[in-house]
């Protein structure tokens, strides 16, 4: 255990949660769990370089220090959080807006949902006291400091449930917006609980009014497959230049479950994204797949936490990083095959692209096996753009960066491509052609 000294930002912190414990939303137990999720993170403190998991995001260097919770949004900050939330629009999707951490009822598509889709805003759950739901929403690993901080803060998300047989014919997507009042920290978290044989495709994303700066997202995503039923995830991370986001989710599959998931961060100053992954039931599949196209000074972790428990589970992670000026990307992947999952087939593969000499990319897949019946395997390779191509195509007449940005989309594009819906694919890969644009 990491125990250290109650610094300056530690007492503000402290000071600053017996401020606001009364504005969160839940009594009783829910503040109880609280409670003891604040006392977990004060005791390990900001994660730093001598903590395995967190050795290349010391977030006491990165980040310093966690700012003071965001005040409810206001009219002036509903209004600017519109223009970002239009500004980023995306066709045919049930959309659930986040201001500051807080749902935005008159910025959402809460009425005439489908026929077997429940939304509840996280507030509501926790303040009408439903056990049930609060418990499977605030259970989470208080070994983790950022989990525990999110768990002691989290004043608002959403709460879907998909029933049994429902297939979804449009994505839901979770929008969070910095309004851009103040240098802020936002605590959201949210439940997912799909039925048996249901199906459906979350989108997420994170976004900033104009004028937004330095603010930092704290969020955390529980979701709940059943048997037979297939959830679709994709995520995005736009945030401002000087923003942190640091997110966590954790999924469990029940049996002959599928999830599969892309992400892709193009913003914010330093981000770490850990999804933990648990195959609960035999004949699940799971397919992970991320993007981080990076530059100037950011800082952007993957973090993977694959558990194969059961046999006859399957596992694919492509992860692939574009580094450019002196970013850092960071991909650490951890494949779990527990004594019974036998006949687990997993396989693990991180490339990284450096586009400068400063540039930096740090790639850790890691295999823990205790079964002897399986198939698994990981790789990393990290490299420069091939000249040889390059010089094929300016050959050709092509100018130097419009060659480099087409083998910048090849180089992504196996990733990219793992998005089954097609709106959201587009979306994926006009936020890459943005990116490129901006290199000039």
């Known amino acids: 255990m990491n125990v250290v000294a109650k610094t300056e930002t530690g007492r503000a912190l402290g000071e600053a949660f017996a401020v606001v414990r009364d504005r969160l939303p839940g009594k009783g137990k829910i503040a109880d769990r609280r409670r003891e999720a604040f006392d977990a993170y004060e005791r390990l403190g900001l994660p730093h370089r001598r903590i395995e998991d967190w050795k290349y995001t010391d977030l006491r260097a990165l980040m310093r220090e966690v700012l003071p919770l965001a005040p409810l949004p206001d009219a002036a900050a509903l209004k600017r959080a519109a223009g970002a939330v239009t500004a980023h629009a995306i066709d045919g999707v049930v959309r659930l807006v986040l201001v500051d951490g807080t749902l935005a009822p008159d910025l959402s598509d809460l009425g005439s949902l489908e026929k077997g889709l429940s939304i509840r805003a996280l507030r509501e759950v926790l303040d009408s006291g439903d056990g049930e739901l609060s418990a499977q929403a605030f259970a989470s690993d208080n070994s983790?400091?950022?989990?525990?901080?999110?768990?002691?803060?989290?004043?608002?998300?959403?709460?879907?449930?998909?029933?049994?047989?429902?297939?979804?014919?449009?994505?839901?997507?979770?929008?969070?917006?910095?309004?851009?009042?103040?240098?802020?920290?936002?605590?959201?978290?949210?439940?997912?609980r799909l039925g048996r044989d249901a199906g459906a495709t979350l989108a997420e994303s994170y976004l900033a009014a104009e004028g937004a700066k330095a603010y930092q997202a704290h969020d955390g995503l529980v979701i709940a497959i059943g048997d037979n039923a297939r959830l679709d995830h994709v995520r995005f991370v736009e945030d401002t230049v000087d923003a942190f986001n640091i997110s966590s989710a954790t999924v469990s599959l029940g049996a002959h479950a599928h999830f599969n998931t892309f992400g892709m961060t193009t913003g914010g100053h330093v981000s770490r994204y850990q999804l933990t992954v648990a195959c609960a039931g035999e004949h699940s599949k799971v397919e992970t797949n991320g993007v981080n196209l990076i530059n100037g000074k950011q800082h952007a972790d993957t973090t993977l936490f694959m558990d194969h428990a059961v046999p006859n589970c399957a596992s694919r992670e492509i992860f692939r990083a574009v580094v450019d000026d002196r970013a850092h990307s960071v991909f650490q992947g951890r494949i779990i095959v527990r004594p019974d999952a036998q006949k687990t087939d997993a396989k693990m593969m991180t490339r990284a692209l450096l586009l400068s000499d400063d540039a930096e990319?740090?790639?850790?897949?890691?295999?823990?096996?205790?079964?002897?019946?399986?198939?698994?395997?990981?790789?990393?390779?990290?490299?420069?753009?091939?000249?040889?191509?390059?010089?094929?195509?300016?050959?050709?007449?092509?100018?130097?960066?419009?060659?480099q940005a087409l083998l910048i989309q090849a180089f992504v594009g196996e990733a990219i491509e793992s998005i089954a819906s097609d709106a959201l694919r587009d979306v994926a890969i006009a936020a890459a052609q943005r990116w490129l644009a901006a290199r000039g």
Do not use: Q, W
């Open 361 to 403: 990319a740090d790639n850790k897949p890691e295999l823990e096996i205790f079964a002897d019946d399986v198939t698994c395997g990981h790789g990393a390779t990290t490299g420069a753009l091939d000249e040889s191509l390059l010089f094929y195509m300016r050959a050709r007449g092509l100018p130097e960066k419009e060659a």
């Open 144 to 192: 983790n400091p950022m989990v525990a901080l999110n768990g002691a803060m989290a004043t608002d998300g959403v709460v879907i449930d998909v029933a049994a047989g429902t297939v979804l014919s449009k994505p839901v997507h979770i929008v969070h917006v910095a309004s851009g009042a103040a240098p802020v920290a936002m605590f959201t978290r949210s439940l997912l």
